[in-house]
């Protein structure tokens, strides 16, 4: 089947997109990772799964939790509180009319990308009229450490036998909030830095469960002394953002990522592959990068509306039949 449009992705801006193209009555197809989760998919997880913990918990459960929690477990429930989003996100979809392909995506050429699942190995090719790459962004650490003290990325958070007794997340807004939240629910002493003080339902959750919240402009030549972080402390690097955009296969189409994996959009939000668009976070520059999700979803419909085809509805006419 050929779509008019096909987005790439998980990222909010991902179904923003897709429900805009749909209410366009669009041939739409939603080509979701099995793996790449953007760090929107894991901050949405994360808040799910926190608040579950904390719902479902009594005192005497709780301490329990506290006694038990090893990162293996949290990476296991984690991983199930995916599971659960994605399902979710994937159940909106599908009474639109999107059709839905999961798996790793790779582009040919400009009209057709390949989706292989790694679960039944199976190779589909879709082929769309325009691309829309929604994959996000995901948090790591940054190239050079905060002064001398050692530092993890936040992935070797569940790594070990054992968890870490006293960690300080550093950045990462919701992905740090909610990762600093989870672990302090199990009995770590965390605290979170962030540059300034940002609402939302996952900084919340991170007071309420008993995170430290400080502020600090970062700089990464900034002394150990002036960032006031215990030595004792291991510190988790969310400051950089990476596009998952390395396995698109975007040189097939002329596309080239900056170093941080991230795409050079215009106005519109096109790349410089005609009809193959960037929206969401993993966009690195474009003047309209800070416009909502369902905004752009709008902007690029509408560079796109005098490229699809319409059907042509063709006007009953009365006939005067003379006799």
Not at 231 to 244: A, E, I, P, W
Not at 310 to 318: A, I, Q
């Amino acid at each position: 089947m050929q779509y008019d449009i096909a987005v790439i992705g998980n990222d909010e801006s991902a179904f923003e997109m897709l429900y805009a193209a749909a209410a366009a009555k669009l041939r739409v197809a939603a080509i979701l990772s099995e793996s790449c989760h953007s760090a929107w998919i894991m901050s949405q997880s994360l808040r799910r799964l926190v608040s579950g913990l904390m719902a479902d918990s009594t005192a005497a459960r709780r301490r329990l939790m506290q006694k038990s929690g090893t990162p293996g477990m949290l990476q296991r429930l984690l991983a199930k509180a995916v599971a659960a989003e994605v399902s979710e996100q994937i159940s909106t979809l599908e009474p639109l009319g999107i059709d839905v392909f999961i798996g790793e995506t790779r582009f040919r050429n400009r009209l057709e990308v390949i989706v292989s699942s790694g679960v039944d190995f199976s190779r589909t090719a879709v082929n769309s009229a325009n691309y829309v790459i929604a994959t996000g962004v995901r948090q790591t650490a940054v190239h050079r450490p905060l002064g001398l003290l050692p530092y993890h990325r936040p992935e070797s958070l569940f790594d070990g036998r054992q968890l870490l007794p006293d960690i300080c997340v550093v950045g990462g807004g919701d992905m740090g909030a909610g990762l600093s939240s989870l672990f302090s629910l199990f009995g770590v002493r965390a605290e979170l830095l962030t540059r300034e003080d940002r609402a939302s339902a996952l900084m919340e959750l991170a007071e309420s469960t008993g995170v430290r919240i400080g502020h600090h402009c970062f700089d990464e030549a900034a002394p150990l002394a002036d960032m006031k972080i215990s030595k004792t402390r291991t510190l988790v690097d969310c400051r950089r953002s990476v596009g998952f955009t390395e396995n698109l296969n975007l040189s097939a189409i002329g596309v080239e990522p900056d170093e941080n994996g991230k795409l050079w959009c215009a106005n519109h939000f096109e790349t410089w592959c005609t009809g193959v668009f960037g929206v969401g976070d993993v966009v690195g520059f474009s003047p309209d990068g800070r416009l909502s999700p369902s905004r752009q979803a709008g902007r690029v419909l509408n560079r796109l509306n005098h490229r699809i085809p319409r059907p042509n509805y063709l006007k009953s006419r009365t006939r005067l039949v003379l006799t």
